[in-house]
């Protein structure tokens, strides 16, 4: 079956880094997106992986393994404006997305 | 500014009626998506479309349909038949580059609730 995994909540204070992780079971496997939500409002898309390893962009990361099913979102200097859900997505054989239930980041001042 | 545009922002059915959500795209986007986003449960696929004139069901597709007559166009009508439409709706749409879809950009969502 089609399952992806991700901590439900996580908790972080001003300035600090964290790392979100997403693992995988898929049918296919067309590449790994990560997108950010803040509550009520349209997920905007942050990264894209299709090949193993690290893709950086500003104070975000992400990084694929497809060996091992696993993905992280690699959050620096955190803002509080990075209080969000996050959300991993897979795209399998087709073209839509599958997506994991998201995990809810709260930042502390 | 070229985006994805959903109408209305919130919306009210009453027992028994069909309603229709609009969204509209001028990005030249190939393919479109609708999903419902429920409170703990992420995005779950409805609908979606590659090219005009079709479309395929989701894994939630049960009491909703959808068209595709334009390009720029997928509204979705959430039908009677579908027994608990309170959710936030979401339509993306994503271009095609060398037989790949790009990633999904997504309109600003539909609030639906029943009176």
Known sequence: ?109 | DGGITQSPKYLFRKEGQNVTLSCEQNLNHDAMYWYRQDPGQGLRLIYYSQIVNDFQKGDIAEGYSVSREKKESFPLTVTSAQKNPTAFYLCASSPRTGGFFQPQHFGDGTRLSIL
């Not at chain 1, 409002?41 to 893709?55: C, H, I, M, Q």
């Open chain 1, 1 to 109: 079956g089609q399952n992806i995994d991700q901590p439900t909540e996580m908790t972080a204070t001003e300035g600090a880094i964290v790392q979100i992780n997403c693992t995988y079971q898929t049918s296919g496997f067309n590449g790994l997106f990560w997108y950010q939500q803040h509550a009520g409002e349209a997920p905007t898309f942050l990264s894209y992986n299709v090949l193993d390893g690290l893709e950086e962009k500003g104070r975000f990361s992400s990084f694929l393994s497809r060996s091992k099913g696993y993905s992280y979102l690699l959050l620096k200097e955190l803002q509080m404006k990075d209080s969000a859900s996050y959300l991993c997505a897979v795209r399998d054989t087709g073209t839509a997305l599958i997506f994991g239930k998201g995990t809810t980041l709260s930042v502390s001042s």
